[in-house]
């Protein structure tokens, strides 16, 4: 019976395969593995990451992440709140060099350009200004610095600029003088430069921009812009606003193109300029990008996304036999301004180890120290640079100790591209200790007290303070 059941089997006939070219065929394999989805993993690589206060981090990502993730990634990591001005920042420690990594970029592909001798390091940090130039482009390309084409109205909108630079057909053309070190040599030469879509290129004529006047100083594609972050010390520039051209796998500090402009409104302008020049549509994309899926609003206008635990707290009264929500904004604002005088008030008096009061204005003496945009023991170069890595928007300040008298401090504050200094000097009167801006017209308990203040209202200073300068830890 088992032989005949046996045979029984082997005499059924086998189901023809409906697709013999899959199994039968010598590419079976590459059409299956193109038909299935991907098995293997992507590549992963160790990254580190410095802070401000030179702290690291190191992070295991993947070998195509770009900027903006790596970003995205400390934010979470460390519970930041993403305003999108967080930036990924490549530093050449050595040369003085550095720049903002733009957020499409892939962070290993910035890291295989580096070379073995430079010490160089990614920064973790806020930019304020990275796309600044979108939201006010007047700003940033002042009148005798710019020249549009013939058939274009000399009278362009604020929508109008930003088209022109975007448009693949045509682009303004940037000019004015530059100082240029020559190559192999120390010195630097004061030379005319036009800036257009084929690249920069100087006079050698006064301003002449006849064609046969003109030669080729520096093509973008193949080469990266950094600033000059030590301004004269090490490249001997005749200005502080230096910036230069890096090739990509060059050899060196031989071959760097270095231009240096005369003030800060020229090295804005070449520079943003430049980058608008060499990745174009894209960098309006990274700019659009956080306002993606947020319909109906316009990313020019937008206020920066808050985390979830600020969108869960609300304004709210206690002082009725019922609680109540504080819908009126400006209610709620007066009422947090009475509960912060009521809480100063109540810590005027406080008790020591031995129970005897102190004074507010003894633990003004040091109560500052523990907020985010102070900086103690700092220059006034070393806070100029760190205003300048944050962006030179309006309102980028931090309160540090001044050098040339212990016992005042200075607030360094942004304005039109320029960062001011301001000296805050303690008062005492009838035995209370005092610090103002302003001769004594308006006066605080203490620093923190006085930055809030300023916060609000303009003053007696160019505008408010908006951004603080901070040293974060990662």
């Known amino acids: 019976n088992r032989r005949k059941k046996d045979d029984s089997i ?37 990254i580190k990451v410095y802070s401000e206060d030179d702290t690291s981090r190191a992070l295991e990502v993947p070998s195509d992440i770009t900027a903006r993730d790596v970003c995205q990634l400390l934010i979470l990591k460390n519970h930041y709140i993403d305003d999108h001005s967080w930036t990924l920042f490549e530093q050449l420690t050595h040369t003085g ?45 002042p009148d005798h610095m710019i020249s549009f084409p013939s058939e274009t109205n000399a009278a362009l909108s604020h929508s109008g600029i930003l088209q022109m630079f975007l448009s693949s057909s045509t682009y303004p053309e940037i000019h004015g003088y530059l100082h240029a070190k020559e190559q192999g040599k120390k010195s630097w ?23 046969r006047h003109l030669q080729f100083f520096c093509e973008f594609s193949n080469s990266d812009m950094y600033m000059s972050l030590t301004g004269k010390k090490i490249s001997g520039a005749p200005t502080n606003y230096g910036f230069c051209f890096k090739p990509n796998k060059s050899g060196g500090t031989r071959d760097l193109k270095q231009l240096c402009a005369d ?33 109906g609003c316009s990313p020019l206008n937008l206020t920066p996304m808050r985390s979830i635990s600020e ?50 204005s003894n633990m003004g003496m040091s109560i500052h120290r523990s907020q985010s945009w102070f900086h103690h023991k700092i220059s ?18 931090l309160v540090r100790d001044s050098q040339s008298n212990p016992k005042t401090f200075v607030l360094s504050l ?61």
């Open 10 to 46: 082997l005499e059924i006939p086998s189901i023809p395969n409906p697709f013999p070219e899959l199994c039968c065929s010598p590419f079976a394999s590459v059409l299956s593995a193109s038909l299935l989805p991907k098995a293997t993993s992507r590549k992963k690589q160790v």
């Open 97 to 141: 060099l550095g720049r903002a990594i733009e957020d499409h970029e892939l962070v290993m592909e910035v890291q295989s350009n580096w070379v073995m001798e430079e010490e160089t390091k990614l920064y973790f940090r806020k930019n304020y200004a990275k796309y600044e130039f979108f939201k006010n482009p007047l700003n940033f390309f």
């Open 189 to 211: 030469k004061k030379l005319y430069f036009l800036l257009r879509r084929s690249g920069l290129y100087f006079s050698t004529k006064g301003t002449s921009k006849e064609p």
């Open 263 to 295: 003030d800060e409104q020229s090295r804005t302008c070449w520079m943003t300029a430049i980058r608008l020049l060499k990745y174009g549509m894209q960098l309006y994309q990274n700019y659009m990008q956080p306002y993606h899926g947020r319909s």
């Open 311 to 360: 969108n869960s707290l609300v304004a709210m009264d206690f002082s009725g036999h019922r609680s109540r929500i504080i819908e009126n904004p400006t209610e709620a604002l007066s009422v947090a301004v009475e509960e912060g005088l009521a809480w100063r008030r109540r810590g005027c008096l406080r008790l020591n180890s031995h129970g005897s009061p102190i004074a507010m």
């Open 380 to 397: 006034r170069e070393e806070a100029q640079r760190l205003i300048l890595q944050h962006g030179l928007v309006d309102g980028v300040f």
């Open 414 to 474: 942004s304005h039109g591209l320029k960062i001011k200094h301001f000296q805050i000097v303690p008062l005492e009167d009838d035995g209370k200790l005092f610090y103002t801006l302003d001769d004594g017209h308006t006066r605080f308990t203490d620093l923190i007290q006085l930055v809030e203040f300023y916060q609000l209202n303009k003053g007696v200073l160019p505008c408010k303070l908006k951004h603080y300068c901070a040293r974060i830890a990662l």
